[in-house]
């Protein structure tokens, strides 16, 4: 299995709000399905 990406920030302070990202790959769900119209 694919490692997971993660996104910190580069700095942050205490009582900060941060954003963290991340992105995990899964062997039975691409994210591409089509639709019955082709999308």
């Known amino acids: 299995m694919i ?3 993660v996104r ?3 700095t942050a ?3 900060e709000v941060i954003e963290i990202k991340t992105l995990i790959s899964h062997p039975m769900e691409t994210g591409y399905r089509r639709d019955a119209q082709g999308h």
């Open 3 to 5: 490692k997971p990406r």
């Open 8 to 10: 910190l920030p580069s």
């Open 13 to 15: 302070s205490k009582g």
